[in-house]
Structure formats: structure tokens, C-alpha cells
């Protein structure tokens, strides 16, 4: 079992940065594939970026150049720095946890490839 706690959200003008972390429990960090979702008022819950156990990252094409994600497996935590923040990337930030070793780029945008799930952290950018 893994627990996700995130931290780091709030409110910042468009333009501004802010910086998320997830910290899990566990002591098999290192073997999970870690992601960030979100979810907008009246929207689906989306992917937005992701780094899997061997250090590759995937980013939704509406983040690429501005979110970049990290990860400190001393720690079992992962970072996502948030740059360039438009009002469109206000939503509630969820962090998730996947066990699967070997997987193509395309699952990972499906909720069905993750395994848990944070309570979320609400990140609001203003205009």
C-alpha cells in the first residue's frame, strides 16, 4: 500500500510559478512511476506529466516548456515545478503512484494504469 500526500498548491498571478511535491509512504518508491493529473471545475480529471522509475518524464503537450518534474527517491518524493502559469492550469492537483514496469507512453494518460491516488492540492491562478 502507498499513501500520496501533496503539498505546495495555492494561489498565484498568471505568469507566476509555484512548486508541488508528493511525498509517499513506502519502501519501493523508486519502483513506481509517479504522475500528476488535474481536474478543473465541470472537467474530466487530465493527465498532465509524468516520471517513471528509470528517470523518463512525459508531459501532456498543454505543460511542455513550463512543468518540469523531478524526483528524490531518498525522500520518496516528487516535484513538480509549475512555470509560466496561465489562469486555464487552475484545478485541483492530484499526485499518482503506478507499479507497472514496462508500459507505453499512451497508458499513462488513462487513470486505469495508476495504482493510487493523493487527495489533491487546489492550485489557482488569477488573471
Known amino acids: 500500500q502507498v499513501q500520496l500526500v501533496e503539498s505546495g498548491g495555492g494561489l498565484v498571478q498568471a505568469g507566476g510559478s509555484l512548486r508541488l511535491s508528493c511525498a509517499a509512504s513506502?519502501?519501493?518508491?523508486?519502483?513506481?512511476?509517479m504522475g500528476w493529473f488535474r481536474q478543473a471545475p465541470g472537467k474530466e480529471r487530465e493527465f498532465v506529466a509524468a516520471i517513471s522509475w528509470s528517470g523518463n518524464i512525459y508531459n501532456a503537450d498543454s505543460v511542455k516548456g513550463r512543468f518540469t518534474l523531478s524526483r528524490d527517491n531518498a525522500k520518496n518524493t516528487v516535484y513538480m515545478q509549475m512555470n509560466s502559469l496561465k489562469p486555464e492550469d487552475t484545478a485541483v492537483y492530484y499526485c499518482?503512484?503506478?507499479?507497472?514496469?514496462?508500459?507505453?507512453?499512451?497508458?499513462?494518460?488513462?487513470?486505469?494504469?495508476?495504482?493510487?491516488w493523493g487527495q489533491g492540492t487546489q492550485v489557482t491562478v488569477s488573471s
Open positions: 513506502g519502501r519501493t518508491f523508486s519502483s513506481y512511476t
Open positions: 499518482a503512484a503506478g507499479s507497472t514496469t514496462y508500459f507505453s507512453s499512451s497508458s499513462l494518460y488513462s487513470q486505469a494504469f495508476w495504482h493510487y
